[in-house]
């Protein structure tokens, strides 16, 4: 049993849905695969746009967007099913039905909640796994595609759905497992889920990564891969660093170190389900299917690249200084007040820095979180708050990265590990 997981861009249009298709043919010879799918490059981007343009009443714009979201699909379709477009194109035509009528509501009410965000952009994964499915079928594949809100159970948290273990397993081994008697590739979503009352969920940003990591841990899979438009896990981000460096092996420590401080591969929850299990993740290049790529395994098992220096940027964070207005020294009773209320308001704390009479917090910067936060804290606190900054971490850092950060708001060092926030170049 394998488990792969399919970005957007790998099916941004019929060309990549056939080259993913060859992809799950060569391996499902051997195997049997469970494949999740992203929703179609841009959709979820576009889907967000489309509610928002509901929302605020904009009805020909918002139509505009529908249209333009319905014809891209019935292109992929008619691209990839010349003969039988219009067979696919009704089963298409279900979920847009249903998205419409979402839309008439955002409209009628101008309301767009988070239960209602879930609601519309689960369709984006509902969309590519109807014609991802559909496709490898005429292929010549025996296949199924079990709808993932029936199986991923999580709380009512929308956006950010906490996942129910123990109901998820059950589910898996009650829907999953039997498809595979008469099923060599299952295909379902990432990212969506619904909690336990039915009610549509997601996993977070990028959660079709975590997605592929639970079904894994639950079939107790030989191996995941993630199949990218990059040829491994680089030490950075080539869009901001230069002359950077393919890691061809990484313990699943330093992947979730990687992860936490912002490096944006990997969905940051995807790596534990997969340590517990002892299940091997291998991030590789569809568009080169037999370069090695990087595995992330067991640290004994690996030969990490210790020398190479990882450098991870976290963009839109912003710096919280909080003082005791009574001047009172920053005690256990102190710190507890601040960090209750940074949860309850859902505050993301990537670095803290304390002294003796105050706290300062590096926090990624969602206004409306910022803002809860800090009217949360007033009556007790003073509290200053300085934005447009990022932050840096760097692994395995060397006195280059030392000199880089000279000039750094904020710097700490914890181990290998070199922190430091900057303002962000305009």
């Known amino acids: 049993m394998l488990v792969m997981k399919f970005g957007g861009t790998s099916v941004c249009n019929p060309e990549g ?41 904009k009805e020909d714009e918002t139509w505009k967007q529908f249209r333009k979201i319905r014809n891209f699909h019935h292109q992929m379709v008619e691209g990839l099913f010349p003969e039988e477009a219009l067979s696919v194109r009704e089963q298409v035509a279900i979920y847009f ?19 209602t965000y879930d609601r519309i952009v689960a369709f984006g994964e ?29 709380d ?50 990028e959660g079709s990564d975590y997605s592929a990591s639970i079904f894994a841990a639950w079939l107790h899979a030989g191996s995941v ?7 491994g896990i680089l030490n950075g981000d080539p869009r901001i660093e230069t002359n950077t460096i393919k890691l061809d092996a990484l313990s699943y420590k330093r992947a979730v170190e990687m992860t936490f401080y912002g490096a944006s591969v990997i969905h940051p929850k995807t790596i534990k389900p997969l340590r517990n299990a002892q299940i091997p993740l ?50 256990e009773r102190q710190l ?37 936060f800090e009217s949360l804290l007033l009556d007790d606190f003073q509290v200053k708050i300085q934005e447009g900054l990022i932050l840096r971490t760097y692994i395995n850092f060397g006195e280059k990265e030392h000199l880089e950060v000279a000039n750094a708001l ?9 922190l430091a926030v900057l303002e962000a170049e305009s």
């Open 17 to 57: 849905v056939k080259n993913v298709t060859g992809i799950v043919q060569q391996y499902a010879a051997e195997n049997q695969l469970l494949v999740v799918v992203s929703a179609i490059d841009k959709t979820t981007f576009h889907l967000e746009v489309l509610a928002r343009l509901a929302r605020d009443y």
């Open 97 to 115: 039905d249903q998205i419409e009528r979402i839309i008439r509501g955002i409209l009628l009410l101008g309301e767009f909640p988070l239960r």
């Open 126 to 154: 509902l969309l590519s796994t109807c014609i991802v499915s559909q496709y490898l079928h005429r292929s010549g594949m025996r296949t199924a595609c079990p709808d993932a809100r029936d199986i991923v159970k999580t």
């Open 156 to 205: 009512a948290s929308y956006t950010k759905g906490k996942v129910i273990w123990s109901l998820t397993q059950k589910n898996v081994d009650e829907i999953v497992r039997p498809l595979f008697i008469d099923h060599d590739v299952v295909v379902t979503q990432g990212f969506i889920s619904s909690s336990t009352e039915g009610k549509v969920t997601t996993l977070g940003r």
């Open 225 to 231: 891969t993630f199949w990218e438009d990059v040829a």
């Open 282 to 331: 291998y991030v590789k290049c569809f568009n080169d299917i037999d370069a090695p790529g990087t595995i992330i395994r067991e640290d004994s098992a690996v030969e990490l690249n210790e020398e190479i220096c990882s450098r991870i940027v976290k963009k839109a964070q912003a710096l919280i200084q909080v003082s005791p207005q009574d001047f009172s020294f920053m005690d």
């Open 336 to 372: 507890n007040r601040i960090f209750s209320q940074g949860a309850k308001s859902g505050a993301e704390i990537n670095l803290v820095q304390i002294s003796a009479i105050s706290l300062t917090l590096c926090v990624t910067n969602i206004r409306s979180v910022i803002g809860e």
């Open 410 to 418: 904020v710097v700490q060092r914890a181990g290998n590990k070199l």
